[in-house]
């Protein structure tokens, strides 16, 4: 769910997003793999998105984020030059240390090219001059994200098969068939690694949710903003739920994705899908009001998300214009404990344009 983030990133830096007529609408098909981990040129916008939850040595938790865009400006295409900016690579990662007590973040933009900045075809392979986000052939990914607050090395380990959300990989975001992407996870992926704090590296181990979504279309226009959660449950399930929020507060979409450990897939109508606050918090950075606790409804089961801790805005109005809140969330089902993951809540600071 990062399509008007990166619409917002291209708006920051002064660059148009008009769509040039070769790119290619989101129409169902079947995924098709090893190709689609890798870029899709022929789209308007891309990206591999991670989160999860890790454990240090002495038990502490800290929450993570490594997100890669590739978003596709009206630049014309057909322009021989090395130095037209016809796409661009943009890096978001973030940590959540209750310690800290604050979100932590860090950002990198750069065009496309010379071969400091690209996201390759045919497997995941993204880098943005000394980031980068590898796929190899067993199927495990390879991250480096470096900052002057932190850095982290990890590695993700594949535990089980994609989930691919919706249709089959083809994402529903409005009422328009049109207003859509192609979408599919990977939950409870196993990681290790470090993370880099004031030139100390402390080891950490734990479990992220992967996705990897590419689409041309925007969302509705009446869309103000989304949230949207990624849980890996204890008992080795996947949730995955979002809701699309008109200017007036409504419902302009729903889904949710339920898929247990034995991987059965339950899928949820926009219908059957509800999002309610719980408790809302106060930004003193940017006095944004967000619902950091939430209740969804999916069917006949209630969950509900509760942050690992409440400040955990990220505020890129220096470089993309976006102010939203993006954190690590422990999860009950039906008043039970049931697992960890992350919620993003965007619109709330004022309405995304486009």
Same mark, same amino acid.
């Given at each position: 769910?990062?399509l008007?983030?990166?619409l917002?990133?291209?708006i920051?830096?002064g660059?148009s997003?008009? $769509?040039p007529?070769?790119?290619?609408?989101? !129409?169902?098909?079947?995924l098709?793999?090893?190709? @689609?981990?890798?870029a899709?040129?022929?789209f308007r916008i891309?990206? &591999?998105?991670?989160t999860?939850?890790?454990?240090t040595?002495?038990?502490?938790?800290?929450?993570?984020?490594?997100?890669?865009f590739?978003p596709t #400006?009206?630049?014309?295409?057909?322009?021989p030059s090395?130095?037209?900016p +016809?796409?661009?690579?943009?890096g978001h990662a973030?940590?959540?240390?209750?310690?800290?007590g604050? %979100?932590l973040?860090? *950002? +990198?933009t750069?065009r496309e090219?010379?071969g400091?900045?690209y996201?390759? $075809? /045919?497997?995941t392979?993204?880098?943005?001059?000394?980031?980068y =986000?590898?796929?190899?052939?067993?199927?495990?990914y390879?991250t480096?994200?470096q900052g002057?607050d932190?850095?982290?090395?990890l590695r993700? *380990?594949p535990s089980q098969? %994609?989930m691919?959300q919706?249709?089959?990989? =083809?994402?529903? +975001?409005?009422?328009?068939?049109?207003?859509a992407?192609?979408?599919?996870?990977?939950?409870?992926l196993k990681? !290790?690694?470090k993370?880099i704090?004031?030139g100390?590296?402390?080891?950490? +181990? /734990?479990?992220?949710w992967?996705d990897h979504?590419?689409?041309s279309e925007?969302l509705?226009?009446?869309? *103000?903003? &989304?949230?949207?959660t990624?849980?890996?449950l204890?008992d080795?399930?996947?949730l995955?739920?979002?809701?699309?929020?008109?200017k007036?507060?409504?419902?302009?979409?729903?889904?949710?994705?339920?898929?247990?450990?034995? /991987?059965?897939?339950?899928?949820f109508?926009?219908e059957?899908?509800? =999002?309610?606050?719980?408790?809302t918090w106060?930004s003193?950075?940017t006095g944004?009001?967000?619902?950091? $606790?939430?209740r969804?409804i #999916?069917?006949?089961?209630?969950?509900?998300?509760?942050?690992l801790? @409440?400040?955990?805005e990220?505020?890129s109005?220096?470089?993309?214009?976006a102010?939203?809140?993006?954190g690590?969330? !422990?999860l009950?089902r039906n008043?039970?404990p049931?697992?960890?993951?992350?919620? *993003?809540l965007t619109?709330?600071?004022? $309405?995304?344009?486009m």
């Amino acid at each position: 769910m990062r399509l008007l983030l990166i619409l917002l990133t291209l708006i920051g830096l002064g660059i148009s997003v008009a $769509a040039p007529p070769t790119l290619s609408p989101v !129409t169902p098909r079947e995924l098709v793999f090893p190709e @689609d981990f890798g870029a899709h040129e022929n789209f308007r916008i891309e990206w &591999w998105y991670v989160t999860g939850w890790l454990e240090t040595p002495d038990q502490k938790t800290v929450g993570f984020q490594v997100t890669f865009f590739r978003p596709t #400006t009206e630049y014309d295409q057909d322009n021989p030059s090395q130095f037209a900016p +016809k796409r661009l690579s943009i890096g978001h990662a973030a940590i959540s240390d209750p310690a800290v007590g604050r %979100l932590l973040h860090v *950002e +990198k933009t750069a065009r496309e090219g010379f071969g400091l900045a690209y996201a390759k $075809a /045919g497997n995941t392979d993204v880098k943005l001059d000394e980031w980068y =986000f590898i796929r190899d052939t067993e199927g495990s990914y390879r991250t480096v994200v470096q900052g002057n607050d932190f850095s982290l090395e990890l590695r993700l *380990e594949p535990s089980q098969p %994609l989930m691919l959300q919706d249709q089959a990989g =083809f994402s529903r +975001k409005g009422p328009g068939s049109e207003q859509a992407s192609y979408y599919y996870s990977e939950p409870q992926l196993k990681v !290790t690694g470090k993370i880099i704090r004031a030139g100390s590296a402390t080891e950490v +181990k /734990g479990t992220a949710w992967l996705d990897h979504e590419w689409s041309s279309e925007y969302l509705n226009p009446i869309a *103000e903003g &989304w949230d949207w959660t990624g849980i890996n449950l204890d008992d080795g399930s996947a949730l995955m739920a979002f809701q699309i929020r008109g200017k007036q507060g409504e419902k302009v979409w729903a889904y949710a994705g339920l898929r247990d450990a034995s /991987g059965r897939m339950t899928i949820f109508s926009p219908e059957e899908v509800s =999002f309610h606050p719980v408790r809302t918090w106060q930004s003193p950075h940017t006095g944004a009001t967000y619902p950091v $606790a939430m209740r969804i409804i #999916t069917g006949e089961t209630e969950w509900v998300l509760t942050p690992l801790i @409440d400040d955990q805005e990220l505020d890129s109005t220096q470089s993309t214009g976006a102010v939203y809140w993006e954190g690590a969330v !422990t999860l009950t089902r039906n008043g039970q404990p049931a697992g960890k993951g992350y919620l *993003e809540l965007t619109g709330y600071k004022e $309405a995304l344009s486009m």
